[in-house]
């Protein structure tokens, strides 16, 4: 086993954020605080086409902070969908509320916004209307965003976008981090951009901008002494890794092209019976964040840990799909509507190596491991 190891979507830096993180450094902006942090927002508001950015530690305090300003409180409820990374269900636990998880559409592995509809319709009849709704961008694709809002504004309730993976997807044109009343960024070490660390809240409401940025130090309020009249956060991001974000956005073209290419190639070398990928809805464009397949034993002779245990013989790191909230030990006393096809996606879904410095060499390793024996 001499190859290098290939992984599933390792932070790909350059020379460009090596310059600014050291001029940074350099300029002794080494604070949560600094031009480089304001420049980073500006930089990704206008890249999604929102007001405000407040850039945080990480996508899941945006989340928390998104919730607050939505009012989840103690006792609520959220819907949010099964099929995702724990980071959006606990963000509800933060607060004392309780998540209902929805489950997925084969479409598009996102929410289905039909399931949406009818709890918010059922839940209504009721008289027990959730305090918000979540929304994940899974894999770098938009949910559906036209039926989401209908039914959301039909009652009132606040939509919140969960678009940590999703940074450059659109839908209907429109960017995602864009929906709702607020839109979350991830820039975790494994996302289409990375600040090593870190996330950011989207959102064209001046008082939920505010808020958050209120909250995330420590709610100070603007007087010379130390004054607090509520209970705040430690939540803002570092300038300096705002300096590495403000390089990674500069090549988040480039670094989509690339993904889009091993997207492109995967699915042309593994077009094989028992094998699909994930569909790409008509509605938008992905970002292409990690190419995904369900792998149908029968036809294709080998189940998905046979396809793991091959790719990781050969050295390459590949991961079965979310597991769902639904089927999660921390979450099994939590309601939830449906939960077959999220359970299905995790038991047959494969997540292929999609970082952005992947060589032709790299997905052809990939794909020879993927169809050996
Ligand atoms: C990565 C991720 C998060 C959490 O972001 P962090 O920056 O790691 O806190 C939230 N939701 C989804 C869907 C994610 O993939």
Same mark, same amino acid.
């Given at each position: ?42 930089q990704?508001?206008e ?14 305090? !945006?989340?928390h902070?998104?919730?607050? !300003? ?16 724990a ?5 509800? &636990?933060?607060l ?11 479409e ?17 009849a ?25 039914a ?5 309730v ?16 429109? %960017? ?23 996330? &950011?809240?989207?959102?064209? +409401?001046?008082?939920? !901008? ?14 010379? #002494? ?18 590495v ?11 989509i092209a ?12 593994? +077009? ?6 994930? %569909? ?5 464009? %992905? ?10 034993? +029968?036809?294709?002779?080998a189940?998905?840990?046979t396809?793991?245990a ?14 769902? &909230? #639904? ?5 099994? *006393? ?6 077959a096809?999220?359970? *299905?996606?995790? #038991?047959?879904?494969?997540?292929? %190596? ?6 032709? #060499?790299?997905r ?10």
């Open positions: 086993m001499t190859d290098t190891r290939i992984y599933l979507s390792p932070p790909d830096v350059s020379d460009v954020e090596r310059k600014l993180l050291l001029a940074a450094f350099d300029a002794n902006w080494v604070a949560p605080v600094g031009p480089d942090l304001d420049a980073f927002e500006s990704v508001a890249l999604v086409g929102v007001p405000h950015a407040v850039a945080l530690a990480s996508g899941t305090a !945006a989340l902070l998104a919730l607050v !300003a939505a009012g989840v409180r103690r006792g609520d409820t959220v819907l949010v969908p099964s099929f995702t990374f980071a959006t269900a606990n963000a509800v &636990m933060y004392g509320a309780r998540p209902v998880f929805l489950d997925s559409t084969p598009s592995w996102n929410v289905d916004p039909a399931l949406v509809a009818e709890e918010l319709r059922a839940r209504n009721r008289g027990r209307l959730p305090r918000a709704v979540i929304a994940v961008d899974m894999y770098g694709q938009c949910a559906d965003y036209r039926p989401l809002l209908d959301c504004d039909r009652y009132g606040p939509l919140i976008e969960d678009a940590a993976e999703a940074l450059g997807a659109t839908y209907h044109g429109r %960017p995602a981090g864009s929906f709702g009343l607020a839109g979350v960024l991830s820039f975790n070490g494994n996302k289409i951009i990375t600040t090593g660390g870190g996330g &950011m809240l989207l959102t064209g +409401d001046d008082r939920v !901008a505010r808020q958050a940025r209120h909250l995330a130090t420590q709610a100070r309020e603007p007087v010379p #002494h130390y004054e607090h009249r509520t209970v705040g956060y430690n939540y803002r991001l570092s300038n300096l890794l705002a300096a974000g403000r390089g990674q956005v500069q090549r988040l073209g480039e670094m690339c993904r889009r290419e091993t997207a492109r190639y995967y699915r042309q070398a593994l +077009d094989l019976p028992g094998l699909t990928f994930m %569909p790409v809805a008509g509605y938008g464009r %992905p970002n292409w964040w990690l190419t995904c397949l369900l792998v149908d034993p +029968d036809e294709f002779g189940d998905r840990d396809v793991l091959r790719l990781a013989r050969h050295n390459i790191e590949a991961r079965p799909a979310w597991k769902p &909230m #639904h089927l999660q030990p921390a979450f099994h *006393d939590c309601p939830r509507r449906g939960g096809v999220s359970a *299905d996606l995790f #038991h047959r879904g494969v997540c292929l %190596p999609s970082g952005s410095a992947l060589t032709d #060499h790299d052809e390793r990939v794909v020879s491991a993927v169809r050996e024996g």
